[in-house]
């Protein structure tokens, strides 16, 4: 029966290091196997090989390289450099190694399969850039990125090729390593299987490195007449000692191995360090200043994330840690601090690649048009993820005073729940506000009140943290509250907590707030009345008259 070819052009997309080249190459093969191509030969090409140095250069250049491929396979791989249109001109030279392709692609679809391979972002972007492209090159395989376990499995291969072997810290090393790149989303970064290659690379340099100074291998001028003392240790003519590894030592890789390989390789990314340590975390958490039933409620979560990881750890059934929280409490308490510290013990835990908080109101959220919130949103989520996403005055994601609904925050909150659901294994999500904004906020969604169900309650401060407060702001820049100007703090802080207007002057906002305005009378003050006679202490020693000033100023602006 008469068929035609069932030859296709092709279009790999996905991160580096997973395999495109390869695949390519097997497919050659099948199609030689086949009797579809005269050869199983793979003519791998960049933008190099087809741009000339001039137009008219470019299509005898493209030319050439066809002619070179007919009969096999043309993988071209970074496709989408062919285009490449910087500063708003057009890429006349890449435009026209593209027109020469595609007229290639078609007369020679009978001779010749053409794989253009690239980043998915970057390869959505050339094929939406000519007509052409998309219909000659229909058919697309996506390569995904690798997972932890892949990554591991590539590593032991690898190893076992080598005639090397991990002992059973080494192995627990290496999976944990790679269960960290993956959740830190560096495994693009890294290359996906050049970094299992690598690391393998790497892990036995090191071993190699590590069995050299640490011993005396044999091959280092030792004769037999070398006097050779028991358990292995040699010595020789000038006197220098050491042990003579074994046969195991030479093949095998240890945990501090694959420890130095994993720093090596990963010191170039930014913000690639060590997680931070829990006890650090708490004690940040333990120097803020009041937060006493803050403290007391982060301190139950931390002690529930470690007991599941430890029931996890010993094969225990545990229930999936909490992680998304609601903050509620009035401003200036310390919300978006409290936050930060959580990112840092969720880190420090192995819960989140990374301590880093990206902080959000409505606007970071909310397009411009309906559709454009979910794109926004999306992409702010993006950036979060690995670490902690924290919104602030959340509440206003639904703002009854649109006439119809607040169509764009409902937007804003279905794309919120959604990824909050999706990426809950890598991304800690905090609402924060007003109590009573909040209450309303969470009643008005049960997607809501489901996935935030753990609340933190910020009290208002009390006039000696107040005070305190001030006063350790001051110490940190060498100023002081001379008495008189101590006992007036007090009494001012005493009175905006028991008329309730602490929390509309912003709670710790105020006191820093009060602190700076006092300073500023205070240079004011030596500035006209001492100028450069001024002594070190009255530079720094803040008074009860700029104390008052400054109460009078924050008052008359409140």
């Known amino acids: 029966m008469s068929v035609e070819r069932p030859l296709r052009h092709l279009v790999f997309s996905g991160p580096p290091g997973t395999g495109k080249t390869s695949v390519a190459r097997t497919l050659a093969t099948i199609f030689h196997s086949f009797g579809l191509l005269p050869t199983s030969r ?33 993988f071209i791989d970074e496709a989408y450099s062919l285009v490449n249109e910087g500063d708003g001109q057009t890429d006349r ?17 009978d001779r010749l399969v053409v794989v253009l391979a690239g980043y998915d972002k970057e390869m959505d972007a050339f094929l939406a850039s000519n007509p052409g492209l998309a219909s000659r090159f229909a ?15 590539i590593s032991r291969t690898l190893i076992e090729r ?3 072997r991990l002992d059973p810290d080494a192995a627990r090393t290496l999976r944990r390593r790679y269960d960290q790149t993956v959740q830190r989303q560096a495994v693009d970064e890294l290359g996906n299987g050049r970094f299992a290659r690598s690391m393998v690379e790497k892990s036995c340099q090191a071993r190699d490195v590590r069995v050299v100074t640490s011993g005396v291998l044999p091959s280092e001028g030792l004769g037999t007449e070398q006097a050779t003392s028991k358990k292995g240790s040699v010595e020789d ?19 501090a191995d694959v420890e130095t ?4 390789l990963t010191s170039r990314l930014p913000g690639f360090g060590e997680a931070p340590g829990l006890e650090e975390a708490l004690a940040e958490l333990d120097g803020m200043i009041g937060l006493e039933p803050v403290k007391e409620q982060v301190r139950s979560l931390v002690a529930q994330l470690r007991v599941a990881r430890l029931r996890e750890e010993q094969g225990l059934p545990h229930q999936p840690p909490l992680r998304h929280l609601v903050f509620t409490g009035p401003p200036g308490t310390g919300k978006t601090t409290v936050a930060r510290v959580l990112g840092r013990v969720f880190a420090a835990l192995g819960m989140l690649g990374r301590a880093e908080v990206v902080e959000a109101q409505r606007a970071d959220l909310v397009g411009e048009h309906l559709g454009a919130t979910a794109v926004k949103t999306d992409r702010l989520i993006d950036r979060a993820l690995g670490g902690v996403l924290f919104i602030d005055e959340a509440y206003s994601l639904v703002n009854p005073g649109y006439s119809g609904g607040d169509a764009f925050g409902a937007e804003a909150i279905q794309t919120l729940l959604k990824r909050a659901e999706d990426d809950r294994d890598r991304l ?30 910020f009290p208002s401060y009390a006039p000696e943290e107040l005070a305190e407060i001030a006063d350790t702001v001051a110490a940190r820049t060498g100023d002081t509250f001379e008495d008189a100007a101590r006992q007036d703090l007090h009494s001012i802080f005493t009175h905006v907590c028991e008329t309730g207007w602490i929390d509309e002057l912003g709670n710790g906002r105020f006191a820093r707030s009060l602190y700076e ?9 030596v500035s006209q009345e001492l100028g450069d006679a001024a002594t070190a202490a009255e530079l720094t020693v803040i008074t009860s008259d700029d104390v008052r000033k400054a109460y009078s100023d924050a008052t008359q602006q409140a």
Not at 58 to 70: G, P, S
Not at 139 to 153: G, K, N, Q
Not at 517 to 525: G, N, P, T
Request: glycine share 8%; hydrophobic share 40%.
């Open 42 to 74: 793979v003519v791998e090409a960049q933008r190099a090989d087809l741009v000339g140095e001039y137009l008219g250069a470019t299509a005898i250049k493209t030319n050439e390289l066809i002619d070179d491929a007919l009969g096999g396979v043309l």
């Open 517 to 525: 305005r006092a300073c500023s009378h205070r240079d004011l003050r």
């Open 93 to 109: 030279f890449g435009n026209e190694a593209v027109q020469t392709l595609l007229k290639r692609a078609e007369d020679d679809r």
């Open 261 to 264: 390989a994993y720093t090596e």
């Open 139 to 153: 058919t697309r395989i996506t390569f995904p990125s690798y997972t932890a376990d892949e990554l591991f499995r």
């Open 162 to 164: 080598r005639g090397d």
């Open 428 to 457: 800690v999500v905090v609402l924060a506000g007003y109590t009573t904004e909040m209450d309303r906020f969470l009643a008005s969604n049960a997607g809501l009140a489901s996935r935030f169900n753990v609340r933190v309650r």
């Open 237 to 255: 003519e000038g006197g220098v000692s050491g042990t003579r590894p074994s046969a195991d030592d030479l093949v095998t890789v240890r945990a």
